[in-house]
């Protein structure tokens, strides 16, 4: 049992020393891999845990989407993808649309790799500057 403590302290404290760009990432390779199980689940027909990876991968588009800070006139842009993949993705679960499905984990996944990006080129910058 105590070793199990250690792992969750070992957990938090590599979180807490992410950059808010490490975290975005994280939170979108998430959203790809509930995505990506999703669509395995429809195919074997397990409509319902379908649903649930669908609904872990809408929680964590809608987090994203309320972290927006709007003073940056990116963040009207995200805002609109996020809400776009919110609502494609209620109706690809609704219609067990796999294709959508596939669609929207291919923006979820350039988004990812964007911020991977972004991200370290802003630790690069901080590192020359």
């Keep these: 049992m105590q070793h199990a403590n250690v792992l969750e302290q070992y957990k938090m404290q590599s979180l807490e020393t992410l950059t808010s760009g490490e975290v975005v990432v994280k939170l979108l ?59 494609s993705l ?7 649309d796999t294709g959508l499905i596939k669609d929207i984990l291919s923006l979820v996944d350039d988004l990812k790799n964007t911020f991977k990006q972004a991200d370290k080129l802003a630790r690069s910058g901080k590192q020359h500057g």
């Design 90 to 96: 209620s109706k690809a679960i609704v219609e067990k």
């Design 29 to 87: 390779e998430e959203a790809s891999k509930q995505l990506s199980i999703s669509i395995f689940l429809i195919n074997r027909d397990n409509i319902a845990k379908s649903y649930d990876c669908v609904s872990k991968a809408q929680r964590i588009i809608s987090t994203l989407n309320h972290s927006l800070d709007m003073n940056y006139a990116i963040s009207i842009e995200l805002r609109d993808m996020y809400n776009f993949m919110f609502g």
